[in-house]
Protein backbone atom coordinates (compact mmCIF):
# COMPACT_ATOMS: atom_id res chain seq x y z
CA UNK A 1 0.00 0.00 0.00
CA UNK A 2 1.32 3.50 -0.84
CA UNK A 3 1.84 5.71 1.78
CA UNK A 4 -0.80 8.05 -0.18
CA UNK A 5 -3.51 5.50 0.25
CA UNK A 6 -2.38 4.68 4.06
CA UNK A 7 -2.78 8.35 4.99
CA UNK A 8 -6.38 8.31 3.28
CA UNK A 9 -7.06 4.90 5.03
CA UNK A 10 -6.31 6.00 8.65
CA UNK A 11 -8.43 9.48 7.71
CA UNK A 12 -11.19 7.81 6.67
CA UNK A 13 -11.42 5.19 9.75
CA UNK A 14 -10.71 8.21 11.97
CA UNK A 15 -13.79 9.57 10.95
CA UNK A 16 -15.96 6.94 11.39
CA UNK A 17 -14.25 6.48 15.08
CA UNK A 18 -15.16 10.61 15.88
CA UNK A 19 -19.16 9.44 14.26
CA UNK A 20 -19.42 7.09 16.50
CA UNK A 21 -17.70 8.46 19.15
CA UNK A 22 -20.37 11.62 19.06
CA UNK A 23 -23.32 9.27 18.75
CA UNK A 24 -22.34 7.54 21.55
CA UNK A 25 -22.12 10.30 23.41
CA UNK A 26 -25.66 11.53 22.22
CA UNK A 27 -27.32 8.23 22.97
CA UNK A 28 -25.67 8.19 26.72
CA UNK A 29 -27.44 11.80 26.98
CA UNK A 30 -30.55 11.03 25.90
CA UNK A 31 -30.75 7.71 27.81
CA UNK A 32 -30.07 9.69 31.07
CA UNK A 33 -33.15 10.86 33.63
CA UNK A 34 -34.60 13.54 32.19
CA UNK A 35 -36.69 15.65 29.35
CA UNK A 36 -34.02 16.25 26.23
CA UNK A 37 -35.57 19.32 25.55
CA UNK A 38 -34.25 20.38 29.18
CA UNK A 39 -30.95 19.20 28.33
CA UNK A 40 -30.52 20.53 25.38
CA UNK A 41 -31.90 23.85 25.85
CA UNK A 42 -31.70 23.79 29.48
CA UNK A 43 -33.78 26.23 32.09
CA UNK A 44 -34.86 28.50 30.19
CA UNK A 45 -37.12 25.52 28.19
CA UNK A 46 -39.41 25.37 31.25
CA UNK A 47 -40.07 29.43 31.64
CA UNK A 48 -39.89 30.38 28.03
CA UNK A 49 -42.16 28.73 25.39
CA UNK A 50 -41.02 30.45 22.18
CA UNK A 51 -37.30 29.34 22.87
CA UNK A 52 -38.46 25.76 23.97
CA UNK A 53 -40.35 25.93 19.90
CA UNK A 54 -37.03 26.90 18.38
CA UNK A 55 -34.88 24.75 20.77
CA UNK A 56 -37.26 21.61 19.82
CA UNK A 57 -37.43 22.50 16.10
CA UNK A 58 -33.61 23.21 15.81
CA UNK A 59 -32.81 19.89 17.66
CA UNK A 60 -35.42 17.97 16.10
CA UNK A 61 -36.72 16.75 19.86
CA UNK A 62 -40.14 16.01 19.21
CA UNK A 63 -38.95 13.16 16.58
CA UNK A 64 -37.43 9.87 17.97
CA UNK A 65 -34.33 9.09 19.01
CA UNK A 66 -32.55 8.06 15.98
CA UNK A 67 -34.09 11.04 13.81
CA UNK A 68 -32.68 13.33 16.63
CA UNK A 69 -29.36 11.61 16.39
CA UNK A 70 -28.89 11.84 12.69
CA UNK A 71 -30.30 15.80 13.19
CA UNK A 72 -27.19 16.46 15.62
CA UNK A 73 -24.73 14.73 13.66
CA UNK A 74 -25.77 17.12 10.65
CA UNK A 75 -25.80 19.99 13.10
CA UNK A 76 -22.31 19.20 14.01
CA UNK A 77 -20.64 17.78 11.00
CA UNK A 78 -22.00 19.51 8.52
CA UNK A 79 -23.09 22.72 9.80
CA UNK A 80 -19.89 22.57 12.48
CA UNK A 81 -22.77 23.94 14.74
CA UNK A 82 -22.22 22.80 18.37
CA UNK A 83 -25.47 24.20 20.11
CA UNK A 84 -25.78 26.52 22.76
CA UNK A 85 -24.98 26.76 25.91
CA UNK A 86 -27.99 27.80 28.21
CA UNK A 87 -25.65 28.86 30.92
CA UNK A 88 -24.08 31.34 29.20
CA UNK A 89 -26.54 31.66 26.29
CA UNK A 90 -23.60 32.07 24.00
CA UNK A 91 -22.21 29.48 21.15
CA UNK A 92 -20.47 26.45 22.34
CA UNK A 93 -17.89 26.41 19.90
CA UNK A 94 -17.54 30.30 21.50
CA UNK A 95 -16.95 29.11 24.62
CA UNK A 96 -14.16 26.70 23.33
CA UNK A 97 -11.99 28.33 21.39
CA UNK A 98 -11.77 31.54 24.50
CA UNK A 99 -10.63 29.21 26.71
CA UNK A 100 -8.57 26.97 24.76
CA UNK A 101 -5.21 28.95 24.58
CA UNK A 102 -5.00 29.39 28.72
CA UNK A 103 -5.50 25.45 28.41
CA UNK A 104 -2.80 24.53 26.01
CA UNK A 105 -0.81 27.16 27.75
CA UNK A 106 -0.90 24.43 30.91
CA UNK A 107 -0.87 21.54 28.82
CA UNK A 108 1.38 21.64 26.24
CA UNK A 109 3.95 23.52 28.16
CA UNK A 110 3.69 20.87 31.06
CA UNK A 111 3.55 17.87 28.26
CA UNK A 112 6.89 19.07 26.88
CA UNK A 113 8.51 19.83 30.45
CA UNK A 114 7.90 16.10 31.56
CA UNK A 115 9.26 15.03 28.35
CA UNK A 116 12.76 16.70 28.56
CA UNK A 117 12.60 15.84 32.72
CA UNK A 118 11.98 12.29 31.30
CA UNK A 119 14.59 12.39 29.06
CA UNK A 120 17.17 13.68 31.33
CA UNK A 121 16.45 11.82 34.20
CA UNK A 122 16.58 8.33 32.38
CA UNK A 123 19.87 9.13 30.88
CA UNK A 124 21.13 9.34 34.05
CA UNK A 125 19.72 6.60 36.01
CA UNK A 126 21.23 4.43 32.74
CA UNK A 127 24.39 5.81 33.03
CA UNK A 128 24.64 5.17 36.78
CA UNK A 129 22.91 2.06 37.87
CA UNK A 130 22.71 1.32 41.68
CA UNK A 131 21.63 4.05 43.92
CA UNK A 132 20.63 6.98 41.72
CA UNK A 133 19.04 4.33 39.43
CA UNK A 134 16.92 2.93 42.32
CA UNK A 135 16.25 6.48 43.85
CA UNK A 136 14.84 7.92 40.52
CA UNK A 137 13.14 4.72 40.04
CA UNK A 138 11.00 5.04 43.18
CA UNK A 139 10.59 8.58 43.33
CA UNK A 140 8.75 7.69 39.83
CA UNK A 141 6.67 4.73 41.03
CA UNK A 142 5.64 7.00 43.88
CA UNK A 143 4.27 10.27 41.92
CA UNK A 144 2.97 7.52 39.21
CA UNK A 145 0.48 6.67 42.48
CA UNK A 146 -0.39 10.49 43.45
CA UNK A 147 -3.86 12.13 42.22
CA UNK A 148 -2.52 15.05 40.36
CA UNK A 149 -5.31 17.12 42.16
CA UNK A 150 -3.54 16.08 45.64
CA UNK A 151 -0.33 16.73 44.30
CA UNK A 152 -1.62 20.37 43.05
CA UNK A 153 -2.95 20.96 46.51
CA UNK A 154 -0.07 19.71 48.10
CA UNK A 155 2.25 22.31 46.04
CA UNK A 156 -0.13 25.06 46.77
CA UNK A 157 0.51 24.58 50.76
CA UNK A 158 4.08 24.05 50.18
CA UNK A 159 4.17 27.15 47.45
CA UNK A 160 1.34 29.04 47.99
CA UNK A 161 0.25 29.09 52.01
CA UNK A 162 3.88 28.32 53.51
CA UNK A 163 6.68 30.06 51.14
CA UNK A 164 3.95 32.40 49.41
CA UNK A 165 6.41 32.90 45.99
CA UNK A 166 3.64 31.53 43.82
CA UNK A 167 -0.31 32.80 43.67
CA UNK A 168 -2.57 29.80 45.02
CA UNK A 169 -5.30 30.20 42.01
CA UNK A 170 -6.35 32.22 39.17
CA UNK A 171 -5.05 33.15 35.92
CA UNK A 172 -4.19 36.92 36.48
CA UNK A 173 -3.83 39.48 39.99
CA UNK A 174 -7.32 40.39 39.72
CA UNK A 175 -6.60 43.19 42.21
CA UNK A 176 -3.90 44.63 40.51
CA UNK A 177 -4.46 44.20 36.81
CA UNK A 178 -1.79 44.75 34.43
CA UNK A 179 -0.74 45.55 30.72
CA UNK A 180 1.86 44.93 28.11
CA UNK A 181 4.41 42.71 29.18
CA UNK A 182 3.54 43.08 33.30
CA UNK A 183 -0.08 40.86 32.01
CA UNK A 184 2.16 38.31 30.44
CA UNK A 185 4.78 37.92 33.23
CA UNK A 186 1.59 37.61 35.39
CA UNK A 187 -0.41 34.72 33.63
CA UNK A 188 3.14 33.01 33.61
CA UNK A 189 3.65 33.07 37.30
CA UNK A 190 0.32 32.48 38.15
CA UNK A 191 1.00 29.30 35.25
CA UNK A 192 3.72 28.35 37.20
CA UNK A 193 2.18 25.91 39.93
CA UNK A 194 -0.08 24.35 37.56
CA UNK A 195 2.18 23.96 34.73
CA UNK A 196 4.38 22.30 37.46
CA UNK A 197 1.85 20.04 38.55
CA UNK A 198 0.77 18.31 35.42
CA UNK A 199 4.50 17.93 34.57
CA UNK A 200 5.03 16.08 37.78
CA UNK A 201 1.96 14.27 36.77
CA UNK A 202 3.03 13.18 33.03
CA UNK A 203 6.36 12.51 33.92
CA UNK A 204 6.59 9.18 35.62
CA UNK A 205 5.57 7.54 32.22
CA UNK A 206 8.54 9.34 30.09
CA UNK A 207 10.89 7.76 32.55
CA UNK A 208 9.62 4.29 32.85
CA UNK A 209 9.92 4.34 29.26
CA UNK A 210 12.74 5.66 28.32
CA UNK A 211 14.43 3.63 30.90
CA UNK A 212 12.85 0.57 30.92
CA UNK A 213 13.38 1.02 26.98
CA UNK A 214 17.57 1.60 27.36
CA UNK A 215 18.33 -0.98 29.88
CA UNK A 216 16.55 -3.27 27.25
CA UNK A 217 18.11 -2.00 24.19
CA UNK A 218 21.56 -2.09 26.60
CA UNK A 219 21.58 -5.61 26.70
CA UNK A 220 21.76 -6.19 22.76
CA UNK A 221 24.44 -7.51 20.84
CA UNK A 222 25.45 -4.09 18.61
CA UNK A 223 26.19 -2.82 22.17
CA UNK A 224 28.55 -5.05 23.36
CA UNK A 225 30.88 -4.48 20.49
CA UNK A 226 30.89 -0.95 20.79
CA UNK A 227 31.79 -1.98 24.25
CA UNK A 228 34.50 -4.13 22.88
CA UNK A 229 36.20 -1.51 20.76
CA UNK A 230 36.43 1.09 23.12
CA UNK A 231 33.33 3.73 22.31
CA UNK A 232 32.99 5.97 25.48
CA UNK A 233 29.86 4.86 27.39
CA UNK A 234 28.36 8.05 27.65
CA UNK A 235 28.91 8.73 23.98
CA UNK A 236 27.09 5.15 23.80
CA UNK A 237 24.25 6.21 25.81
CA UNK A 238 23.48 9.57 23.84
CA UNK A 239 24.40 8.44 20.34
CA UNK A 240 22.96 4.67 20.12
CA UNK A 241 20.90 3.64 23.12
CA UNK A 242 18.95 6.82 23.75
CA UNK A 243 17.96 7.08 19.71
CA UNK A 244 16.56 3.98 19.88
CA UNK A 245 14.70 4.45 22.82
CA UNK A 246 13.16 7.53 21.59
CA UNK A 247 10.61 6.84 19.21
CA UNK A 248 8.50 5.09 21.82
CA UNK A 249 8.60 8.44 24.37
CA UNK A 250 7.72 10.43 21.33
CA UNK A 251 5.10 8.29 20.52
CA UNK A 252 3.76 8.42 24.04
CA UNK A 253 4.11 12.79 23.36
CA UNK A 254 2.42 12.54 20.16
CA UNK A 255 -0.69 11.04 22.38
CA UNK A 256 -0.29 12.84 25.42
CA UNK A 257 -0.62 16.15 23.42
CA UNK A 258 -4.10 14.38 21.66
CA UNK A 259 -5.47 14.65 25.27
CA UNK A 260 -3.88 18.50 25.65
CA UNK A 261 -7.37 20.43 24.84
CA UNK A 262 -8.92 19.47 28.13
CA UNK A 263 -6.84 16.86 29.81
CA UNK A 264 -5.78 19.22 32.46
CA UNK A 265 -9.51 19.02 33.77
CA UNK A 266 -9.02 18.58 37.54
CA UNK A 267 -6.05 20.53 37.49
CA UNK A 268 -7.61 23.69 36.27
CA UNK A 269 -10.31 22.84 38.71
CA UNK A 270 -7.58 22.75 41.28
CA UNK A 271 -6.39 26.23 40.23
CA UNK A 272 -9.06 27.66 39.62
CA UNK A 273 -7.61 28.35 35.88
CA UNK A 274 -9.99 29.50 33.19
CA UNK A 275 -9.98 26.96 30.78
CA UNK A 276 -11.62 24.39 28.67
CA UNK A 277 -11.38 21.23 31.53
CA UNK A 278 -13.06 23.80 34.20
CA UNK A 279 -15.78 24.85 31.32
CA UNK A 280 -16.65 21.43 31.40
CA UNK A 281 -16.43 20.73 34.69
CA UNK A 282 -18.69 24.03 35.67
CA UNK A 283 -21.03 22.40 32.99
CA UNK A 284 -20.96 19.28 34.35
CA UNK A 285 -22.30 20.54 37.63
CA UNK A 286 -24.84 22.73 35.86
CA UNK A 287 -25.92 20.25 33.65
CA UNK A 288 -25.46 22.39 30.99
CA UNK A 289 -25.55 19.24 28.32
CA UNK A 290 -24.35 21.14 24.61
CA UNK A 291 -21.32 22.70 26.45
CA UNK A 292 -20.54 19.21 27.61
CA UNK A 293 -20.83 17.19 24.45
CA UNK A 294 -18.83 20.24 22.38
CA UNK A 295 -15.89 19.76 25.14
CA UNK A 296 -16.49 15.69 24.74
CA UNK A 297 -16.16 15.91 20.75
CA UNK A 298 -13.56 18.23 20.43
CA UNK A 299 -11.29 16.41 22.48
CA UNK A 300 -12.45 12.95 20.64
CA UNK A 301 -11.63 14.44 17.41
CA UNK A 302 -8.05 15.88 19.08
CA UNK A 303 -7.04 12.52 20.52
CA UNK A 304 -8.32 10.28 17.49
CA UNK A 305 -5.97 12.65 15.44
CA UNK A 306 -3.18 12.35 17.26
CA UNK A 307 -3.33 8.76 17.25
CA UNK A 308 -3.72 9.08 13.19
CA UNK A 309 -0.81 11.07 13.51
CA UNK A 310 1.53 8.63 15.49
CA UNK A 311 0.18 5.97 13.31
CA UNK A 312 1.24 7.90 10.05
CA UNK A 313 4.94 9.41 11.22
CA UNK A 314 5.20 5.43 12.18
CA UNK A 315 4.09 4.59 8.89
CA UNK A 316 6.57 7.07 7.05
CA UNK A 317 9.65 5.66 9.13
CA UNK A 318 8.54 1.93 8.78
CA UNK A 319 7.01 0.69 5.67
CA UNK A 320 6.45 -2.12 7.59
CA UNK A 321 3.98 -0.67 9.53
CA UNK A 322 1.57 0.43 6.19
CA UNK A 323 1.60 -3.78 5.35
CA UNK A 324 0.40 -5.01 9.03
CA UNK A 325 -2.98 -3.91 8.47
CA UNK B 1 -0.47 -24.33 47.57
CA UNK B 2 3.49 -24.75 46.45
CA UNK B 3 2.41 -22.14 44.13
CA UNK B 4 1.38 -20.00 46.20
CA UNK B 5 4.63 -20.09 48.53
CA UNK B 6 6.56 -19.44 45.09
CA UNK B 7 4.66 -16.07 44.78
CA UNK B 8 5.16 -15.25 48.26
CA UNK B 9 8.44 -16.14 47.68
CA UNK B 10 9.46 -14.16 44.85
CA UNK B 11 7.23 -10.97 46.35
CA UNK B 12 9.62 -11.74 49.57
CA UNK B 13 13.23 -11.22 47.49
CA UNK B 14 11.39 -8.36 44.90
CA UNK B 15 12.32 -5.32 47.08
CA UNK B 16 9.22 -3.69 45.44
CA UNK B 17 7.04 -6.48 45.56
CA UNK B 18 7.25 -7.12 49.49
CA UNK B 19 6.47 -2.95 50.10
CA UNK B 20 3.67 -3.39 47.83
CA UNK B 21 2.80 -6.43 49.85
CA UNK B 22 3.29 -4.88 53.10
CA UNK B 23 1.05 -1.42 51.92
CA UNK B 24 -2.09 -3.34 50.52
CA UNK B 25 -1.92 -5.84 53.80
CA UNK B 26 -1.87 -2.70 56.35
CA UNK B 27 -4.69 -0.39 54.39
CA UNK B 28 -6.94 -3.48 53.88
CA UNK B 29 -6.70 -4.42 57.45
CA UNK B 30 -7.49 -0.96 58.62
CA UNK B 31 -10.72 -1.19 55.72
CA UNK B 32 -11.96 -4.82 57.29
CA UNK B 33 -11.01 -4.04 60.74
CA UNK B 34 -12.45 -0.37 60.82
CA UNK B 35 -15.35 -1.03 63.31
CA UNK B 36 -13.04 -2.74 65.68
CA UNK B 37 -10.51 -0.18 66.21
CA UNK B 38 -10.37 2.47 69.04
CA UNK B 39 -11.35 5.38 67.13
CA UNK B 40 -14.11 7.86 67.51
CA UNK B 41 -17.29 7.88 65.56
CA UNK B 42 -16.33 8.98 61.87
CA UNK B 43 -19.90 10.82 61.82
CA UNK B 44 -19.55 12.48 65.13
CA UNK B 45 -19.49 16.18 64.92
CA UNK B 46 -18.95 16.74 69.03
CA UNK B 47 -15.53 17.63 68.60
CA UNK B 48 -14.44 21.41 68.42
CA UNK B 49 -13.69 22.36 64.82
CA UNK B 50 -10.17 22.89 63.10
CA UNK B 51 -8.01 21.54 65.65
CA UNK B 52 -5.01 20.73 64.90
CA UNK B 53 -3.06 17.35 65.05
CA UNK B 54 -2.76 16.51 68.54
CA UNK B 55 -2.13 13.34 70.89
CA UNK B 56 -5.82 12.97 71.17
CA UNK B 57 -6.66 13.63 67.52
CA UNK B 58 -3.40 12.47 65.44
CA UNK B 59 -4.62 13.82 62.45
CA UNK B 60 -6.93 17.07 63.22
CA UNK B 61 -10.47 17.50 63.11
CA UNK B 62 -12.00 19.30 60.53
CA UNK B 63 -14.85 22.02 59.45
CA UNK B 64 -17.39 19.91 60.58
CA UNK B 65 -15.70 18.48 64.23
CA UNK B 66 -15.33 15.36 62.62
CA UNK B 67 -11.87 13.35 64.14
CA UNK B 68 -9.92 13.26 60.47
CA UNK B 69 -8.24 10.48 61.12
CA UNK B 70 -11.84 8.10 61.90
CA UNK B 71 -12.89 9.48 58.78
CA UNK B 72 -9.43 8.62 56.75
CA UNK B 73 -9.46 4.99 57.92
CA UNK B 74 -13.42 4.43 57.61
CA UNK B 75 -12.42 5.83 54.12
CA UNK B 76 -10.11 2.84 53.23
CA UNK B 77 -13.64 0.73 53.26
CA UNK B 78 -15.52 3.06 50.69
CA UNK B 79 -11.97 3.67 48.83
CA UNK B 80 -10.91 0.26 48.38
CA UNK B 81 -14.27 -1.05 48.23
CA UNK B 82 -14.91 0.56 45.13
CA UNK B 83 -11.40 0.18 43.75
CA UNK B 84 -12.27 -3.84 44.14
CA UNK B 85 -15.86 -3.98 43.03
CA UNK B 86 -15.11 -1.69 39.86
CA UNK B 87 -11.74 -3.86 39.11
CA UNK B 88 -13.10 -7.08 39.09
CA UNK B 89 -15.95 -5.77 36.44
CA UNK B 90 -13.93 -4.43 34.35
CA UNK B 91 -11.39 -7.57 35.00
CA UNK B 92 -14.25 -10.31 34.26
CA UNK B 93 -15.81 -7.97 31.37
CA UNK B 94 -12.19 -7.34 29.84
CA UNK B 95 -10.74 -11.34 30.10
CA UNK B 96 -14.35 -12.21 28.88
CA UNK B 97 -14.50 -9.96 25.81
CA UNK B 98 -10.59 -10.66 25.25
CA UNK B 99 -10.76 -14.23 25.55
CA UNK B 100 -13.45 -14.79 22.95
CA UNK B 101 -11.68 -12.57 21.03
CA UNK B 102 -8.66 -14.38 20.73
CA UNK B 103 -10.08 -17.79 20.98
CA UNK B 104 -12.90 -17.50 18.02
CA UNK B 105 -11.03 -15.30 16.19
CA UNK B 106 -12.67 -13.73 12.02
CA UNK B 107 -15.24 -11.42 12.40
CA UNK B 108 -15.44 -11.79 16.11
CA UNK B 109 -12.26 -10.91 16.87
CA UNK B 110 -12.14 -7.93 14.38
CA UNK B 111 -15.45 -6.83 15.98
CA UNK B 112 -13.90 -6.84 19.48
CA UNK B 113 -10.78 -5.48 18.34
CA UNK B 114 -11.93 -2.36 17.10
CA UNK B 115 -14.57 -1.67 19.83
CA UNK B 116 -11.40 -1.90 22.05
CA UNK B 117 -9.33 0.12 19.40
CA UNK B 118 -12.14 2.85 19.98
CA UNK B 119 -12.54 2.91 23.77
CA UNK B 120 -8.71 3.17 24.35
CA UNK B 121 -8.91 6.10 22.32
CA UNK B 122 -11.56 7.56 24.46
CA UNK B 123 -10.82 10.02 26.79
CA UNK B 124 -12.09 7.47 29.78
CA UNK B 125 -11.77 10.14 32.48
CA UNK B 126 -14.29 12.14 30.87
CA UNK B 127 -17.08 9.73 30.15
CA UNK B 128 -16.68 8.53 33.80
CA UNK B 129 -17.27 12.59 34.81
CA UNK B 130 -20.26 12.15 32.29
CA UNK B 131 -21.76 8.81 33.06
CA UNK B 132 -21.32 9.72 36.96
CA UNK B 133 -23.37 13.44 36.23
CA UNK B 134 -25.69 11.76 34.08
CA UNK B 135 -26.74 8.91 35.76
CA UNK B 136 -26.24 9.56 39.40
CA UNK B 137 -23.12 8.25 41.82
CA UNK B 138 -23.99 5.85 43.77
CA UNK B 139 -21.19 3.28 45.15
CA UNK B 140 -22.65 0.44 42.87
CA UNK B 141 -22.81 3.15 40.22
CA UNK B 142 -19.55 3.98 40.46
CA UNK B 143 -17.88 0.75 40.41
CA UNK B 144 -19.89 0.16 36.93
CA UNK B 145 -19.51 3.21 35.54
CA UNK B 146 -15.38 2.72 35.94
CA UNK B 147 -15.60 -1.13 35.56
CA UNK B 148 -17.03 -0.73 31.76
CA UNK B 149 -14.77 2.47 31.34
CA UNK B 150 -11.51 0.86 32.05
CA UNK B 151 -12.40 -2.87 30.39
CA UNK B 152 -10.57 -2.08 27.40
CA UNK B 153 -6.99 -2.34 29.07
CA UNK B 154 -7.36 -6.16 30.25
CA UNK B 155 -9.13 -7.12 27.22
CA UNK B 156 -5.80 -6.27 25.16
CA UNK B 157 -3.91 -7.70 27.12
CA UNK B 158 -5.96 -11.14 27.33
CA UNK B 159 -6.65 -11.21 23.83
CA UNK B 160 -3.12 -11.17 23.23
CA UNK B 161 -2.21 -14.21 25.96
CA UNK B 162 -5.24 -16.32 24.03
CA UNK B 163 -3.91 -15.71 20.92
CA UNK B 164 -0.19 -17.18 22.25
CA UNK B 165 -1.65 -19.57 24.12
CA UNK B 166 -3.96 -20.82 21.47
CA UNK B 167 -0.62 -21.22 18.95
CA UNK B 168 1.22 -23.99 21.58
CA UNK B 169 0.89 -27.28 20.80
CA UNK B 170 -0.61 -28.44 23.40
CA UNK B 171 -3.65 -26.90 22.38
CA UNK B 172 -3.21 -27.89 19.00
CA UNK B 173 -3.56 -31.21 19.51
CA UNK B 174 -6.00 -31.13 21.68
CA UNK B 175 -8.30 -29.35 18.98
CA UNK B 176 -7.00 -32.24 16.26
CA UNK B 177 -8.33 -34.62 18.94
CA UNK B 178 -11.84 -33.10 18.79
CA UNK B 179 -11.53 -30.90 21.30
CA UNK B 180 -14.65 -28.29 21.28
CA UNK B 181 -13.82 -24.56 21.72
CA UNK B 182 -15.64 -24.63 25.12
CA UNK B 183 -13.61 -27.08 26.36
CA UNK B 184 -10.17 -25.70 24.88
CA UNK B 185 -11.25 -22.76 26.70
CA UNK B 186 -11.94 -24.33 29.90
CA UNK B 187 -8.70 -26.84 30.15
CA UNK B 188 -6.13 -24.94 28.63
CA UNK B 189 -6.64 -21.35 27.64
CA UNK B 190 -8.44 -19.95 30.68
CA UNK B 191 -5.39 -21.35 32.90
CA UNK B 192 -3.07 -20.51 31.02
CA UNK B 193 -4.40 -16.78 31.00
CA UNK B 194 -5.53 -17.00 34.54
CA UNK B 195 -2.08 -15.32 35.57
CA UNK B 196 -1.76 -12.42 33.55
CA UNK B 197 -5.24 -11.46 34.63
CA UNK B 198 -4.94 -11.46 38.03
CA UNK B 199 -1.73 -9.08 38.12
CA UNK B 200 -3.08 -6.22 35.72
CA UNK B 201 -6.68 -6.65 37.85
CA UNK B 202 -4.27 -5.70 40.45
CA UNK B 203 -2.87 -3.20 38.80
CA UNK B 204 -6.43 -1.72 37.73
CA UNK B 205 -7.47 -1.86 41.41
CA UNK B 206 -5.02 1.22 41.77
CA UNK B 207 -6.30 2.94 38.73
CA UNK B 208 -10.00 2.78 39.82
CA UNK B 209 -9.26 3.95 43.50
CA UNK B 210 -7.63 6.97 41.54
CA UNK B 211 -10.70 7.28 39.14
CA UNK B 212 -13.09 7.43 41.73
CA UNK B 213 -11.00 10.11 44.11
CA UNK B 214 -10.98 11.97 41.04
CA UNK B 215 -14.59 11.69 40.95
CA UNK B 216 -15.48 12.65 44.53
CA UNK B 217 -13.11 15.21 44.03
CA UNK B 218 -15.03 17.10 41.37
CA UNK B 219 -18.57 16.42 43.83
CA UNK B 220 -19.31 13.31 41.66
CA UNK B 221 -18.60 10.74 44.13
CA UNK B 222 -21.31 9.02 46.92
CA UNK B 223 -22.39 11.37 49.14
CA UNK B 224 -23.71 9.29 51.54
CA UNK B 225 -19.90 7.51 52.27
CA UNK B 226 -16.57 9.21 53.24
CA UNK B 227 -14.01 7.80 49.99
CA UNK B 228 -10.96 9.60 50.42
CA UNK B 229 -11.17 11.81 47.32
CA UNK B 230 -14.08 13.17 49.34
CA UNK B 231 -12.37 14.16 52.13
CA UNK B 232 -9.61 15.90 50.04
CA UNK B 233 -12.37 17.21 48.47
CA UNK B 234 -13.68 18.31 51.78
CA UNK B 235 -10.22 19.49 52.74
CA UNK B 236 -9.06 21.55 49.42
CA UNK B 237 -11.19 24.70 51.05
CA UNK B 238 -9.23 25.19 53.88
CA UNK B 239 -5.45 24.16 52.66
CA UNK B 240 -4.95 28.07 54.01
CA UNK B 241 -6.13 27.13 57.37
CA UNK B 242 -6.01 23.70 58.11
CA UNK B 243 -3.86 21.71 55.80
CA UNK B 244 -4.88 17.91 57.95
CA UNK B 245 -8.24 18.25 56.13
CA UNK B 246 -7.07 16.88 53.02
CA UNK B 247 -3.47 15.96 53.54
CA UNK B 248 -3.83 13.05 55.97
CA UNK B 249 -6.66 11.28 53.60
CA UNK B 250 -4.63 11.94 50.65
CA UNK B 251 -1.44 10.46 52.28
CA UNK B 252 -3.41 6.91 52.96
CA UNK B 253 -4.69 7.22 49.40
CA UNK B 254 -1.27 7.72 47.25
CA UNK B 255 0.03 4.41 49.81
CA UNK B 256 -2.90 2.64 48.93
CA UNK B 257 -2.74 2.91 44.85
CA UNK B 258 1.31 2.97 45.44
CA UNK B 259 1.03 -0.26 47.35
CA UNK B 260 -1.42 -1.78 44.65
CA UNK B 261 0.77 -0.31 41.74
CA UNK B 262 3.91 -2.46 43.91
CA UNK B 263 2.45 -5.50 44.08
CA UNK B 264 0.95 -5.87 40.37
CA UNK B 265 4.32 -4.64 38.86
CA UNK B 266 5.88 -7.25 41.05
CA UNK B 267 3.63 -10.10 40.11
CA UNK B 268 3.86 -9.33 36.28
CA UNK B 269 8.00 -9.66 36.68
CA UNK B 270 7.34 -13.20 38.58
CA UNK B 271 5.55 -13.92 35.43
CA UNK B 272 7.73 -12.52 32.77
CA UNK B 273 10.95 -13.37 34.06
CA UNK B 274 12.25 -11.16 31.37
CA UNK B 275 10.91 -7.85 32.73
CA UNK B 276 13.11 -8.82 36.02
CA UNK B 277 16.58 -7.61 34.68
CA UNK B 278 14.73 -3.99 34.36
Redesign the interface.
Known amino acids: MSFFAYTLKRIAYGTL ?1 VV ?2 VAT ?1 FV ?2 N ?3 GDPAVAMGGELVLSNPEYIKAVRERWGLDKPLIYRLLHYLYNVFLRLDLGYSYRYLEPVSKLIIERLPYTLLLTITSSLLAFALGLLTSVISVRRLGKTDTALTASS ?2 L ?7 LG ?2 L ?2 IFS ?1 NLKLFP ?1 AGLIDVRNPKTGIYYVLDVLHHAFLPVTTLALALYPAYYKLL ?2 TM ?2 VL ?1 EDFVMTFRAVGLDEGRLVRRHVLRNALIPAITLLGLQLG ?1 SV ?2 A ?2 IE ?2 FGWPGVGKL ?2 DA ?2 V ?1 DYPV ?1 MG ?2 LI ?2 IT ?2 AA ?1 IVVDLVYAALDPRVRVGR | MSRVFEVLNHLVGDGYGIVGVVLVALMVFLAVGAPLLPLPDPNSVDFPRFLPPSPEHPFGTDNLGSDVMSRTIWGARVSIAIGLGAALISSLLGALLGAVAGLLGGAVDATISRVIEIFLMLPTFFLAVLMAALFGSSMANLMVIIGITTWPTTARIVRGATLSVKERLFVEASRALGASSLLLLRRHILPNIMAPTISYTILQIGRAILIEAGLSYLGLGDPNVPSWGRLIYRGQAYVFSAWWIATFPGLFLVLTVLGFNLLGDSLLRYINPKLRRL
Open positions: VIINIVLAPLVWSVPVFYIMVWVARDVESYAGALNVLLVYRIVFTSVVN
